[in-house]
């Protein structure tokens, strides 16, 4: 509603506001707050200019249709930035950060199986590639897997509990398979 938009608003005058995936305000429906919250935005960046800056993001397609949906929206709106898909050494590095920060390992074999997986995700990557969405979902399934194959062992030893092996990667090309099937009819 514009009276929410416009508290999220005031929130972030002195600051940035950062609207993900801002074509969900034009997405209409029946009860369309979204042209509502987009009236208040141009409101308050025209009013509070010097003290405001709002960055919007999305998929590039869908992003400029958002800006297209309103005139306030193109002449306000006038810097563009492109950012390009992770490559699978950086999406490898954000795999190490999750397990990093989760108190996990990996040992030599699974980094390479692993290695291998980002490799192809890479080369078969689709408009609407997820980059550290994807990084994360594979980690959860990793962790699943991880804990599924421990829980029978005894005694469960601290360096059992925090190891990644090569065992807990899934199989390269099924998973690749599951990850970019979304992508394969576009």
């Known amino acids: 509603t514009a009276i929410k938009a416009d508290e999220i608003i005031k929130s972030a005058i002195g600051g940035v506001l ?4 801002a074509y969900a305000l034009t997405s209409g429906g029946l009860n369309d707050f979204g042209s509502e919250a987009i ?5 308050r960046m025209e009013d509070q200019r ?5 960055v919007v993001a999305g998929y590039p397609d869908e992003m400029q249709e958002f800006i297209q949906t309103n005139p306030g929206l193109q002449s ?4 563009y930035f492109k950012f390009d898909h992770f490559t699978a050494d950086a999406l490898l590095d954000i795999f190490k950060l999750f397990a990093k920060k989760a108190d996990f390992k990996l040992t030599e074999n ?8 980002l490799d192809r995700l890479y080369e078969k990557r689709h408009r609407g590639f997820g980059n550290a969405r994807t990084i994360r979902n594979l980690f959860e399934k990793i962790i699943e897997r991880q804990a599924n194959r421990i829980i029978s062992i005894t005694p469960i030893t601290e360096e059992i509990l925090i190891t990644l092996t090569e065992e807990d990667i899934p199989e ?15």
């Open 18 to 21: 950062f609207i993900d995936e």
């Open 39 to 43: 009236e208040v935005l141009l409101k």
């Open 50 to 54: 010097d003290n405001l800056v709002i």
């Open 76 to 79: 306000r709106f006038n810097r």
């Open 110 to 117: 699974a980094e390479e199986k692993l290695n291998a997986i």
């Open 172 to 186: 390269i090309l099924k998973t690749v398979k599951e990850i970019i099937q979304f992508g394969e009819d576009e």
